[in-house]
């Protein structure tokens, strides 16, 4: 059963948790921020729904929460971090405030972040650096989740991408993994006995399929364009590893637990050029042409990205935000 | 009919047509470098094929060959250009080689470039990075020559993007447009009398086709992943027009010719941290790792950016460049 439940309340719990578990007083309020906002615009499966299984790898000893990132290397705009396996939301919150401060003194700068633990919403990373006036470019290397193109073994992981920018009346936010579909979103047809929209991956026998149970068993999730989002994967994989001179995906896998991976954080300080007016005068020229445009379906209207989800933030502000009330219970048993 | 040409003999006859046409010789050995390496590596569409097309711009004044790269701000590590309808090739070479110089001296540059033409292809600017040591990441708006997702109208760009780095013993490239099937290959499926080996666009009923014919009449290809690649091409598009205060895709489309383009280079010096032998060693892990998979077609292997258009580089420096000798006669009979 879904219920609602107010930021405020759901922000407030978290940290609660947190800080029973040991965390610092200001770890504990960024880390329930960044899984409160996930929930609060629409993304349970990185914010709510992970946060028992989250607190579960800090009891295992995957994540260890009294770590703090460590300088490894620095050039000018550029910097390398070790995470120290800390709590990776906190680890990618200060790698791109760090980014931040680095674009304000250079105009760009770039962020590279070993041994860190899973971000949960990469989006949140975007958001945090649009909603102080930057543009950014972020994304993490993961296990091997997907076969690279022709394949049919996972060699490659979904590596979330984020580009982020200021806007009126909110950012304007793109996060998106490589895999066309999540595991959770086929997981979520797979519950309603539905099929994907499109085809999403291979069956064990190498047949593209549009049924969710068939990938999940063959774990062979297709990437966006085919070959192109192979790619693409291949590359940030590529660019992490080096950058951080941490883990690539490959060495990820070879633990049983996601953990240590690499990340990096691009920003950029587009307020050197333009005034903040002057940038949200091009950002709606742009938004507004792409959705002039008559649909395919009627019914439909185009969308830019995150436009959906600043909806879902702003009904879930008004009316509260939807969680199912078993993961609430299990998060309330928490010690 | 197909017919092999010698690099030194394409690269040379280019060079030569083009200081006829009015380029100093130093721009024409360059613009003809990019066109020839292009072809080189089999991208004929954005090398051989197109020459005429460009000289042709030239004369109807798209392109202006006397302009120069003008530094209109910058900002340590962030500069924008405006490129003065100048020749896209050149513009873009000149960006990507500024961007560098910046990259040496803060590790991290961005180069925004506005008012350029067509840069052919993309990656030959990664290319130029790459075989200097350096990862790049760049990219071009275009006009609007694909629906945004759920969309019937053309709205967005392909926005080719490409990344690349350093690799032993050749480069590492991803040089990827927006759109799962460019019109050049479904022109060549079509030519063939042949379907796309997966659906890529709408007929002008609304419906998914992989018809080559019905997507080129209704104007309306779809994009990598579908909404992911609709709102990663409306990311780079908000970008390139912020950070060089340039031209949207929009802006673009309201002229007939593509021209006045925004691109964005991004630089980055990883040797400021790791030798060479050290990156090297991490790419050949990641990309052994990569193409170590069994494959759905046992015929077939698992393939990394740009091995394949390597292998046609090493190919045709030994045999000659394939080019259509048509394409050929009409350059040799060019001014």
């Known amino acids: 059963m879904i219920m609602k439940i107010a930021y405020t309340i759901l922000a407030d719990t978290l940290k609660d948790k947190l800080i029973n578990k040991g965390f610092e007083k200001s770890d504990a309020l960024e880390c329930a921020r960044l899984f409160a906002q996930a929930t609060l615009d629409g993304v349970n499966s990185h914010g709510v729904n992970r946060f028992v299984l989250f607190m579960s790898n800090i009891d295992k000893g995957i994540i260890d929460i009294q770590s703090k990132p460590l300088k490894i290397k620095s050039f000018n705009a550029l910097e390398q971090w070790d995470g120290q396996l800390g709590s990776g939301p906190n680890n990618a919150s200060f790698a791109m405030t760090r980014a931040m401060t680095l674009a304000d003194q250079y105009g760009i700068s770039c962020v590279a972040l070993r041994n860190t633990n899973h971000w949960m919403r990469g989006g949140n990373y975007g958001l945090l650096a649009a ?3 930057y543009m ?16 049919n073994m996972p060699r ?5 991408l984020i580009f982020s920018m200021p806007g009126n009346p909110h950012p304007i936010l793109l996060d998106m993994s490589m895999s066309l579909f999540s595991y959770g979103k086929m997981e979520s047809y797979q519950r309603q006995d539905k099929k994907l929209p499109y085809p999403g991956g291979f069956n064990k026998a190498g047949e593209m399929t549009d049924d969710p149970q068939s990938i999940i068993e063959s774990m062979l999730p297709i990437s966006i364009g085919y070959w192109k989002g192979s790619g ?16 690539s995906t ?41 959705k002039k445009s008559s649909t395919i379906d009627p019914d439909a209207e185009v969308r830019y990205p995150s436009e959906r989800s600043f909806r879902i933030r702003a009904k879930q502000l008004e009316e509260g935000i939807e969680v199912h009330d078993q993961v609430w219970q299990e998060i309330l048993a928490l010690g």
């Open 131 to 133: 909603e102080a006036g």
């Open 136 to 151: 950014s470019i972020c994304w993490s290397n993961t296990m091997p989740n997907m076969p690279a193109w022709g394949g």
């Open 156 to 160: 490659i992981g979904n590596n979330p």
């Open 232 to 247: 693409l994967s291949i590359m940030l994989d590529l660019f992490a590893a080096i950058l951080s001179e941490g883990r």
């Open 250 to 290: 490959g060495e990820v896998g070879q633990d049983d637990e996601e953990s240590g991976l690499s990340q990096v954080f691009i920003c950029l300080s587009p307020d050197k050029f333009l005034s903040k007016g002057k940038m949200h005068d091009i950002v709606n020229e742009i938004l507004s042409y792409t």
